[in-house]
DNA sequence: AACAAGCGTTGATATAGATCAATCACTGTT
DNA sequence: AACAGTGATTGATCTATATCAACGCTTGTT
């Protein structure tokens, strides 16, 4: 990604490979001190917050960095907790930041991840500004879809590694309703399901149903 | 904030004081190619997405820089739009990042602004969480409030500056039950509502209908 | 001052989805 | 293999909120 063999060298230096976590185990907890950025290998995290009920903040996939929103932070605000097996990498930020100091190509990698983070949280809020219950969950399925295969994963058919109270905390609904639209979604073709497994057989109507613009017809408009 | 007289003066000699701005102007529009970030010196901007009907993604305030999602695209993905007379500050951004190459002290800064901007939007995924309309306007409020005195103004009393449609599309309901809703808090002495004027009157009621932790007793843990 | 146009409020109605309750199906453990 | 415990599904009911419709109030313009 625009580093020199030398550059890349000095990052390993101080990434921690650490041992991979079980599903149900914590990456970081909300309040613990603040050190490290956390990249995922491979597996699946998902961030939630517990004041009050339990809230799930997102869904984070390999090649995601997350601790992000604690960075200007003592100490980290939500929870991040492994949804299946997965690897880990630790980035302690505090001697990232001195290395990135002296490789403006890093500093420059950086800005574009946390672009991209915030990217990512606007197309959700996009999703979750939707006023019913259907198209919020078309649109979650379909943005899945489209983060899986852009990491060279099947877009129509995989494995969902939440569980149907995460997906419904995260969407804003209840795990009924959950529940309910994807039986009607798999009733009407739109998609086959069976419990964490999904197929999707039906990609335009599934756009339909978003309300979302496909992903083929997306803005190119130029000034 | 940390920088040195010949940073700030470096970095003056790049920043662009555009004229101000008046109200229903846009400060980009979706589509137009990335060139700068825009810092909010004075009034207010909604960002929002027209794909499909227009979304409103978010109210921003002065000190809070605008346009962060673009950095590692090449076009804006949504439109900015001045909400009231403001005066914003375009910075080149591939400018910026050359100066700030060579001073850590502004690249951490950087860093921390794109921090506390993700943290800001997982704020507004904690409040859009929330299944009832209710509640997402209470903490609404409330979280309007915390940032309007975190910049020197009243936390009690202050003026809307989006319609409630842009808090309707914002908060994902019909703007009736925006109306509504704000009738209820208001004959509830919650607080005092007319037109855009808002004056809360009970705090700790707001907190307990908008089902948040009050900020007084926010997460302090430690490890 | 009068007017238009947009914005906000209010009321009536319909319905999507929450809630409550019961059952069923996995998953993992002894 | 049996069991418990959790997670998912389904059904019935009720309510919050979307929707439809009408009206009133501001604000800005001629």
Chains 1, 2 share one sequence.
Do not use: W
Not at 177 to 185: E, K, N, P
Request: net charge positive; hydrophobic share 40%.
């Amino acid at each position: 990604m625009g580093l020199t063999n030398g550059d890349v060298e000095k990052l390993e230096t101080i990434i921690k490979h650490a041992r991979p976590l079980r599903r149900g185990e914590h990456v970081f907890h909300a309040g613990e001190r603040f050190q490290s950025l956390y990249v995922i290998k491979t597996g699946c995290v998902k961030t939630y917050d517990a004041q009050g009920k339990h809230q799930v903040l997102g869904f984070h996939l390999p090649g995601d960095l997350v601790g992000l929103d604690a960075i200007d932070k003592t100490c980290h605000l939500c929870s991040a907790q492994v949804l299946e097996s997965s690897a880990i990498c630790e980035l302690p930020f505090q001697r990232f930041e001195e290395i990135a100091s002296h490789l403006p190509s890093l500093q420059h990698q950086m800005y574009r991840l946390l672009s991209k983070e915030i990217s990512q949280e606007t197309e959700i809020l996009l999703l979750r500004g939707k006023t019913n219950a259907e198209e919020r969950l078309a649109a979650f399925l379909l943005h899945l879809s489209q983060r899986l295969s852009k990491r060279g994963l099947s877009a129509t058919d995989f494995y969902l590694n939440m569980s149907r109270n995460d997906i419904s905390s995260y969407l804003g609904m209840a795990v009924e309703t959950v529940s309910r639209l994807f039986r009607r979604f798999n009733d009407q073709g739109l998609l086959r399901v069976s419990h964490k497994h999904v197929e999707i057989l039906d990609f335009a109507a599934l756009e339909r149903v978003s309300g979302m613009v496909p992903i083929s017809a997306q803005r190119q408009r130029m000034p």
